[in-house]
């Protein structure tokens, strides 16, 4: 899960590219992609005046709009650096994690995304609220969703930080700033008008970035998949060992608890479960992810080429290695370096800029669902008891939006040297082992509580946090220790099944103590 975004530990390696110095072409892109999506916020701002546009588009989002907005959710610069670096480097444990996340769209629409749409308005807890105690049960997810986000943007931050520094040279802070800056302008004004069609423009870029490379490195061997194979075997120190697992051969019991990890951490991500309110039906709802599934599949499979040609066409070229013969910079900026090699500095200040364009609107839907989480869920609902107008819900949330860009600024300044990777895994852990086991209860068991569901959800979300920082990610490769506590790295089969257990044992208690009430949509 480590690969999933390495941005925070591989930008500075930008700087050593060949041909050094600032990039021209990197720099005019990432301007016209501001002005651009500036442009899109500002378009947006006229159409986000009530809660609904503001919140979820007025739901008038196209099925296939939607879809794309998905599949840009889904995909990212993490993606398009990290994984191909994984393949790059390690062959077939770059294609475990790629074929886990292109399996876990589906998952979303089997288990959650329609009855989601049918039941809920703006957010995840109004869907739980229907069945619960409102009050506890709309604290709970709110925390749950903020921990989440959280952990998401710091690792954007870092790298959005680190890339905009290398553009322009700034001093990282005001790179921080600035990135912050941009990112509450799109949310605090747009809405998820904006926020949507930053997104489209994004997984656009993205996915024409993708094919452009995959073209020019099919290009260099004919259009013959097997003679790229078969170059990268031979360059890679380990040959045809390659194509076998490797990190995950040993573990059983952790190569499945990543699988369920990447498949069903989708399923209760708050951000990506937020785009089914801003469509107008069900159907609607079943569409977006079709699109999304096929742009998600196609860009992962363009990662399988990708990562084999940064193997087979830098990775025996002394400019782009070390002293010691590995990719400067480390694996993940292979694409960085294979950008260059295939198109010089045009086609390096392309990815550049098409990295930033997705830290952007990632970041920017991150945002979004934070402050969605404290003014609907918290200020509106909880402290407004549902009195709240709408002008004064929007207005809690353009603050909450501004608060947490400055968090987000400041986390971003105070990770600025670690390697913030692991927080992505652990808010896939902590979405698999919170918000999903309390939606898929809440949706098929008329058996859940109130109490069921908050003992599930806390065990599983603090069960998850506390795993990961006894596990390899945080005790032995940030704290430096020897041996983790915990071994298996995401904790997701220990935390999820438990969550799911915890709400079936204290919800069976409830109603064997108090039938009566516990068939009341208030216990």
């Given amino acids: 899960m480590a690969t999933l975004l390495l941005l925070g530990a591989t930008a500075p390696a930008l700087a050593g590219d060949p041909g050094g110095g600032l990039n021209a072409a990197a720099i005019g892109m990432f301007v016209g992609i501001v002005i651009v999506t500036l442009g899109i916020t500002y378009w947006a701002a006229r159409r986000a005046q009530s809660a609904d546009q503001f919140y979820a ?14 599949a840009g959710d ?3 610069a993490g993606a ?24 876990g769209l589906p998952f979303v629409v089997f288990l959650v995304a329609e009855r989601l749409r049918k039941l809920g308005r703006y957010t995840v807890a109004d869907v739980l609220a229907t069945r619960l105690s409102e009050t506890p049960i709309r604290i709970f997810t709110a925390v749950a969703t903020l921990v989440i986000v959280m952990f998401y943007l710091i690792a954007q931050m870092v790298g959005a930080g680190q890339l905009i520094r290398l553009l322009f040279g700034l001093d990282y802070l005001y790179a921080q700033i600035l990135v912050g800056a941009l990112m509450i302008c799109y949310v605090m004004f747009g809405g998820m008008v904006a926020t949507t069609w930053v997104q489209i423009v994004k997984a656009t870029l993205l996915l024409a970035a993708g094919v452009a490379i995959a073209l020019l490195i099919l290009a260099r061997f004919g259009f013959d998949y097997d003679s790229l194979i078969a170059q990268a075997i031979a360059v890679h120190p380990k040959h045809a060992a390659m194509m076998m697992p490797q990190v995950y051969s040993g573990s059983v019991w952790q190569s499945i608890s990543l699988g369920m990890t990447l498949m069903l951490g989708a399923a209760g991500l708050p951000h990506v479960l937020m785009r089914f309110f801003t469509v107008p039906d069900t159907r609607a709802a079943r569409v977006s992810v079709f699109w999304a599934v096929m742009c998600q599949s196609g860009f992962f499979a363009l990662i ?6 940064a193997l087979a066409i830098i990775g025996g070229d002394p400019a782009y290695l070390d002293a010691k013969g590995a990719i400067r910079g480390g694996g993940n900026m292979a694409t960085v370096h294979l950008s260059h090699a295939l198109g010089g500095d045009t086609l390096m200040g392309l990815v550049s800029a098409v990295a930033f364009a997705t830290i952007l609107a990632v970041v920017a839907g991150l945002t979004l669902t934070g402050a969605s989480a404290v003014s609907h869920d918290l200020y509106a609902r909880i402290i407004g008891r549902g009195r709240a107008t709408e002008r004064s819900e929007i207005r809690a949330s353009r603050l909450a939006t501004v608060g947490l860009g400055i968090i987000s600024v400041l986390l971003g300044i105070a990770f600025q040297t670690q390697n ?21 209860l809440a949706l098929y068991w008329s058996g859940l509580t109130t109490r069921g569901a908050i003992a599930g959800g806390v065990t599983g979300l603090v069960g998850a946090t506390v795993l990961t920082v006894l596990g390899p990610p945080v005790w032995v490769k940030v704290l430096g220790n020897a041996a983790p506590i915990f071994p298996i790295d995401p904790p997701t089969i220990v935390t999820m099944p438990l969550a799911f257990l ?5 919800s069976a208690m409830d109603r064997k103590s108090a039938p009566a009430a516990a068939m009341s949509p208030a216990t």
Wanted: with cysteine.
């Fill in 74 to 76: 889904m995909i990212s």
């Fill in 304 to 309: 399988f080429v990708i990562g084999f040609g």
């Fill in 502 to 506: 915890t709400a079936f044992v204290v």
């Fill in 420 to 440: 913030v990777a692991y927080m992505i895994s652990l808010a896939y852990a902590v979405s698999c082992s919170s918000t999903l086991p309390l939606l898929i």
């Fill in 80 to 103: 398009l650096l990290g994984l191909a670096g994984l393949i790059c480097s390690s062959g077939f444990d770059g294609l475990i994690f790629a074929v886990g996340y292109a399996t």
């Fill in 57 to 70: 588009a007025g739901g008038q989002i196209s099925g296939f709009q939607n879809g794309i907005a998905l």
